[in-house]
């Protein structure tokens, strides 16, 4: 059972998919409320729009209303022209690209081009031919998507980074104590758990700087984190260099030995300078 254990602990449902959940039905129930026809079109840009952090969320929001008016109305005059025509689609999609392109907006391709193709295939919807009644509606229902995930993110559970900060470095540390008892008793260093441990922080304390200010209120513990990440990594070039010897639990030669002792002692001193640091910030 253990294995089964270590499964559902690695592959625990993320705050992030029940955020898209609840923002989905929140979403489906305003429309209902609004007497939207289509709904479909909510949820997807509800979908399409539930980021990683609220601050990033914001960003990619104001990216995709600008998006959604460009693959409407590209996607409004081109069926105007011709529905569901082959070439114009495809002129449709780079064109619809190349905008969000040169505006710059970041996130906001592919709800932009779905747009695009939603008015290109209206007849799909069981009509003959794209109205501006329908382009109106698909862009007040992606508005009405988008501001909702925007909300759900913002009110339900806002990601607290700087606890993922602390808890993604309790396991690195924990990683690296393991890898240097590895490399003491010259058995297989597993280097790449350690690396990617210490990109799991990195990556923790780049979502923490890019949200406002208003929402992050330990700055003070976070730097003192993203400072020991050099130590951290050059620990990891340690782990390396050690491994690269392939040492096994025959005696090596003395240079080799010589060579073994001090990356090994230089990865204790490492270690143990993260570990004053640590103890003096409790103190503190």
């Known amino acids: 059972m253990d294995w089964l254990s270590r499964t559902l602990g690695n592959h625990r449902m993320g705050l992030r998919i029940v955020k898209t959940g609840i923002a989905v039905t929140v979403c489906v129930v305003v429309s209902f409320l609004l007497k939207l026809n289509q709904p479909f079109f909510a949820v997807v840009a509800t979908v399409m729009s539930m980021g990683k952090s609220i601050d990033i969320s914001f960003k990619a929001g104001k990216n995709k209303l600008i998006g959604v008016l460009i693959g409407v109305a590209i996607g409004f005059g081109f069926a105007t022209l011709s529905p569901a025509n082959a070439g114009l689609c495809g002129i449709g999609i780079i064109l619809t690209l190349y905008l969000c392109q040169q505006f710059k907006l970041a996130g906001a391709e592919t709800l932009s081009c779905f747009l695009f193709a939603a008015m290109m295939f209206h007849h799909n919807f069981g009509a003959n031919l794209v109205t501006w009644r329908f382009a109106v509606t698909c862009t007040i229902d992606s508005f009405i998507g988008i501001i909702i995930a925007l909300l759900v993110n913002l009110v339900i559970m806002p990601p607290n980074y700087a606890d993922e900060i602390k808890n993604s470095c309790a396991q690195l540390r924990l990683q690296i104590k393991e ?64 491994k690269v010897m392939e040492l096994t639990e025959e005696e090596p030669s003395p240079e080799l030995l010589t060579v073994y002792q001090y990356h090994m002692e230089r990865m204790h001193n490492l270690f143990e300078s993260t570990a004053e640091a640590e103890q003096k910030s409790i103190e503190h």
């Open 179 to 242: 890898s240097i008892g590895q490399a003491s008793a010259r058995r297989q260093i597993d280097a790449r758990a350690v690396d990617a441990a210490i990109q799991k922080v990195t990556s923790n304390i780049n979502l923490y700087i890019a949200e406002a200010k208003i929402l992050r209120w330990n700055d003070e513990e976070v730097f003192r984190i993203s400072c020991q990440m050099a130590t951290y990594q050059n620990i990891l070039d340690e782990l390396r260099a050690v």
